[in-house]
C-alpha cells in the first residue's frame, strides 16, 4: 500500500489502516480455544463498530481539508511565486503552471487514496454491523428455545419403560415450532380455554394452559358465543393411524393443527372432578353436519377413565338401556378392554380406543375412509355415530370439545 509523502494526518490514517488492514491476513498465534459470554462477544462487536465509525470521521474530516487545500491552489494558479522571487522570464508561468499542476494531481492522488480507505472501511462498518444484527438474532432464538424447553416440557409419563423405548414403540403430540400467544405471561396460566374466554380472549388458536394438579400444555381453544371450548379431538382427512395402544391414547397423539387426540390424562386434568359438556362436531360426505352437547364427568386412570352420563346421553353412547341413575363408561383400547360385553372385545372387533360400552352406538376413533367400503364387516371399524347416520356410515369428520360446567344433571 502506498501513502504520498504529504499531509501529515492522512499519513497518520493511512498507516493506522494499513495496519489494521494488513493485520487481517496476518495468521495469529494459536491459543487454546475458549468459549466467549454473548457479554464479551457483544462489548467486542460494539466496539468494533465505535472503531469503524470513527474512522470514517476521520477520512471525512481529512477529505475536507484534502478539498480546501485544492481551492486555494486553483486560487493561486500561476500567480503563485515565493517571496523576493524575480520577474520570471517569458517561460516562468509555464514553470508556475506546471509546479501547481503537480500539487494539484497530488493533491487529487491524496484524496484518492482515502476514497479508497474510505470505502474499506465502510466495509468493514457493514460487516460489524451484520454480525452484532446476526448475533442479536441468535440470542433471541436461544431465548425462544429456552422458554419452550421451560413451558413446553411435555408431562413425566410413570412408566418403567424408558423414556428412548417409548418414544420407539408410541406416537405422541407433535411438538410445534413457535411459541402459544400466551406462553410468555408471567402470571398464573389459564386452567383451561373457558378461563381465557372469561379474561377477554375472543380469537380461537393454540394457547398454553395448566389445569390444577397437572404441568402446562398446549391445547387447541375454539372461542364461542357461549365461551371457550378445549378441542380434544379432531379427525378430518386420516393422516393419524387412531388404532393405537392404552399409553398412547392416555398421552396422547397427532397434530393439534391437524388431526389428534389430546389425551385421557389431560383430558381428566382439563375436567378436574368437576362437571363438565362434551360437545360432538359430525359431517358426512354429502355435506350435512350435526353438533350435540351432553353432561358428563371423566373419572382418572383408576376408573380406567371413564365417562359418567345421564340416562338420556348413556343411550346415545353406550348402551340401548341403562339405569335411571345413567351408565360409567370405561374407555377400551386393543390391550386393554374394559367393554361392558363379556362375550365380545369391542376394540379389537372395531377399531381405535374409545368408550365403547356395547360396541354398537359409537366410534369417533375408528378406522377413516374415503368411501364406504363394500364388506359390512369392514364399515364397523370406521368413524360412525348409530343414532345419526347409522352404524355402517363412516363419516368424513368429527370434532369433540369440552368445556367446564357446574350443572347438577352432571352429577
Known sequence: MRCAPTASAALVLCAATAGLLSAQGRPATPEPPRPA???????????????????REHVERTRGQLGALERRLAECGATCRGPGEPPAP?????????????????????????????????????????????????????????????????????????????????????????????????????QDCQELFEEGERQSGLFQIQPQGSPPFLVTC????????????????????????????????????????????????????????????????EGYAQSLQFPVRLGGEDTDYSLQLTAPVASELGAASTAPSGLSLPFSTWDHD????????????LSGGWWFGTCGHSNLNGQYFRSVPRQRQQRKKGIFWKTWRGRYYPLQSTTMLMQPSEDAAAS
Open 338 to 349: 374394559h367393554g361392558l360385553r363379556s362375550d365380545l372385545k369391542c376394540a379389537k372387533s
Open 90 to 190: 517569458s517561460r516562468a508561468p509555464d514553470s508556475a503552471g506546471a509546479g501547481g499542476q503537480e500539487a494539484l494531481e497530488t493533491l487529487r492522488d491524496l484524496q484518492m487514496q482515502l476514497k479508497a480507505q474510505n470505502g474499506r472501511i465502510e466495509q468493514l462498518v457493514q460487516k460489524v454491523a451484520g454480525q452484532q444484527r446476526h448475533l442479536e438474532k441468535q440470542r433471541l432464538r436461544i431465548q425462544n428455545l429456552q422458554s419452550q424447553v421451560d413451558l413446553l416440557a411435555p408431562p413425566h409419563l410413570g412408566s418403567g419403560v424408558s423414556q428412548p423405548d417409548r418414544r420407539k414403540r408410541l406416537p405422541k403430540m407433535a411438538q410445534l415450532g413457535g411459541l402459544a400467544p400466551n406462553a410468555t405471561r408471567l402470571h398464573r396460566l389459564p
Open 222 to 285: 375454539q372461542m364461542a358465543s357461549d365461551g371457550g371450548w378445549t378441542v380434544i379431538q379432531r379427525r378430518q382427512d386420516g393422516s393419524v393411524d387412531f388404532n393405537q395402544p392404552w399409553e398412547a391414547y392416555k398421552a396422547g397423539f397427532g397434530d393439534p393443527q391437524g388431526e389428534f387426540w389430546l389425551g385421557l390424562e389431560k383430558m381428566h386434568r382439563l375436567a378436574g372432578g368437576r362437571g363438565s359438556r362434551l360437545a360432538v362436531q359430525l359431517r358426512d360426505w
Open 37 to 55: 459470554s454473548w457479554d464479551e462477544v457483544n462489548v467486542l462487536a460494539h466496539g468494533l463498530l465505535q472503531l469503524g465509525h470513527g474512522l
